[in-house]
């Protein structure tokens, strides 16, 4: 009788090998299109409305930053018509599989859509340096993951400016009429309503954090510029570089003193991390605890998820923020 482990690795493997012998289920009609993470995702079905729906690669709670394709996952890339992605910046894990079906496939990076606008990583002092340098000590980086070894040139978190999602809706509508023509009236119909909620929420937004520009606050990882320049928000640094990786001793008793001497009134963790470490981080001052979800890790995929994921940001920042 085999031991249960070896058991289950074994069904595993099994199940894996099935599921490329079965018909893709992922589409329930219409074009074969793919989307990397639920905020493209969510704009893709927008603007694909009436027409299909595009399958979401990264499901729940998954991180981008250490995803691995299943086997599954490769085969519905490879019959795909196009792949929705933010670019290589992001999404390290879709550099080679879409290298692999290049010509056979149309990969759309949107970070290089026209109209995006870029932000500068941050870097120095309350923000770690997003590479890992040779001078760095072994406690703060002695788990450091060579998967992310590619170069980043821009803070690829570009969808948290709601000016950007309107930028990505134009190019997946150029996208989508080339692939698909015949229904070019659909994608321009849908983008033109998507634009034009996406303006909507952008003011809805602005007018609701007015009240909490002048409250300091820590982020767990540094995903929020974009969401803070829009809005000017005060951020004041971030706890980490890699969300997969613990900082070290020295850096919490940094970011600790930031928080005392800055007087933050806040610290944010994510729902797919450990809350301890927050928990950790306040202990001893006045600051206060919430989430902030960049990926929308508890919402329902779909047309919605990336206006309720900008809202739910917006209310966890008010509610934590705000005062007495």
């Not at 933010?86 to 894990?93: A, H, K, R, S, V």
């Not at 767990?220 to 969401?227: I, K």
């Not at 919402?299 to 739910?312: K, N, S, T």
Request: charged share 20%.
């Amino acid at each position: 009788m085999l031991p249960y482990g070896r058991f289950l690795n074994r069904l595993r493997r099994g199940v894996g090998s099935l599921l490329l012998l079965l018909p893709l289920t992922g589409w329930a009609a219409g074009l074969p299109v793919v989307a990397s993470i639920k905020p493209v995702h969510s704009l893709v079905a927008g603007v694909m409305q009436g027409v299909g729906e595009p399958y979401l690669l990264l499901t729940g709670g998954v991180s981008p930053h250490d995803y691995r394709l299943r086997p599954s996952d490769v085969r519905v890339i490879e019959q795909a018509k196009a792949v929705f992605w933010i670019g290589p910046d992001l999404e390290t894990f879709l550099i080679k599989p879409l290298a692999n079906v290049k010509g056979q496939v149309r990969a759309v990076a949107l970070l290089e859509a026209p109209g995006i606008k870029f932000l500068s990583l941050r870097a120095g002092g309350a923000w770690e340096a997003h590479r890992h340098s040779q001078t760095e000590s072994d406690e703060d980086h002695d788990t450091h993951d060579h998967h992310h070894d590619h170069e980043v040139s821009h803070d690829p978190h570009l969808w948290l400016d709601p000016m950007n999602a309107i930028a990505m809706t134009r190019q997946i509508v150029a996208i989508l009429s080339e692939v698909d023509p015949d229904h070019q009236p659909d994608y321009q119909r849908n983008g033109a309503a998507l634009i034009e909620r996406l303006n909507r929420l952008n003011q809805q937004l602005e007018a609701d954090l007015a009240s909490v520009k002048d409250q300091p606050y820590v982020v767990f990882h540094d995903a929020y510029q974009y969401f803070e320049q829009r809005y000017g928000l005060p951020a004041v640094g971030s706890v980490v570089l890699d969300p997969e990786q613990r900082p070290g001793a020295r850096r919490i008793a940094q970011i600790q003193a930031r928080i005392r001497d800055l007087k933050v009134r806040c610290v944010f963790s994510e729902p797919q991390f450990e809350p301890a470490l927050a928990a950790t981080l306040v202990s001893g001052s006045d600051a206060r605890l919430g989430v902030l979800d960049p990926l929308g890790a508890e919402l329902l995929a779909g047309p919605d998820a990336y206006f309720q994921l900008l809202e739910g940001l917006t209310h966890a920042l008010q509610a934590c923020l705000s005062a007495d």
